[in-house]
């Protein structure tokens, strides 16, 4: 069965914390990626990566950055929270090839409250 | 440049046939569908590449229509199952790995 993983389904942080939120796929997937989910905007691209140590800016990459070290694992990291920035966070996979014949995998996202 | 889903919401009763629209402003390569039960990951349902080409899945099918620039979902007698957010995503014209969202359309099937 395959999976990507967040670490975390729910967090909270305060105003001004670098926050790690990080995610890990199963099925050797060269493509990850980072969206933010809010009610009424859909799925926005914050950043995305195709291979190992490569990552490319999405719709909305400010005040945050990403990390990617190892193909399985890719972590999004915001610099410096703020309460802009609280938001259902999705990570996605898929192989490479681009996405116009492959699906993306999702994981279970997670829900940051930044207070 | 997102895709506009129409209707943003509908109630349907159980055995009732739906359809959700996805249309854009721009040439359209390729029309992702997935859907989304409250609290659960996206999981996908199909794409559809230019051409035309309808494709199913269960009871739910799809059709892209080039010329229109738009893509339409088709539940046909739908079931409890079927409840969550749907959403289209078309890849952007200048980068094969980036998709454009609509902002989703809610169904809720009602016994």
């Known amino acids: 069965d395959v999976k990507v993983t967040q670490s975390s389904r729910y967090l909270v942080k305060r105003t001004g914390e670098k926050v790690f939120l990080e995610c890990v796929q199963d099925?050797?997937?060269?493509?990850m990626f980072w969206y933010r989910q809010d009610p009424g905007l859909g799925l926005r691209l914050i950043y995305f990566s195709y291979d190992v140590k490569m990552k490319e800016k999405g719709d909305i990459p400010e005040g945050y950055s990403v990390s990617r070290e190892k193909k399985e694992r890719f972590s999004l990291i915001l610099e410096s929270a703020s309460t802009n920035q609280t938001s259902m966070y999705l990570c996605?996979?898929?192989?490479?090839?681009?996405?116009?014949?492959?699906?993306?995998?999702f994981g279970q996202g997670t829900r940051l409250t930044v207070v | 440049q997102q895709p506009v889903q129409s209707p943003q919401a509908v109630i349907l009763r159980e055995g009732e046939d739906a359809v959700i629209n996805c249309s854009s402003s721009?040439?359209?390569?390729?029309v992702h569908w997935y859907r989304q039960k409250h609290g659960e990951a996206p999981v996908f349902l199909m794409i559809l590449l230019k051409g035309g080409e309808q494709k199913g899945h269960e009871k739910i099918s799809a059709s892209f229509n080039e010329k229109k620039q738009q893509s339409s979902l088709y539940l046909t007698a739908s079931q409890l199952s079927y409840s969550g957010t749907y959403f289209c995503?078309?890849?952007?014209?200048?980068?094969?790995?980036?998709?454009?969202w609509g902002a989703g359309t809610k169904l809720i099937i009602k016994p």
């Open positions: 721009k040439a359209l390569y390729s």
């Open positions: 995503g078309i890849l952007r014209g200048d980068s094969n790995y980036q998709l454009i």
């Open positions: 099925m050797d997937h060269e493509n």
């Open positions: 996605a996979s898929s192989l490479l090839g681009g996405q116009t014949n492959t699906e993306a995998f």
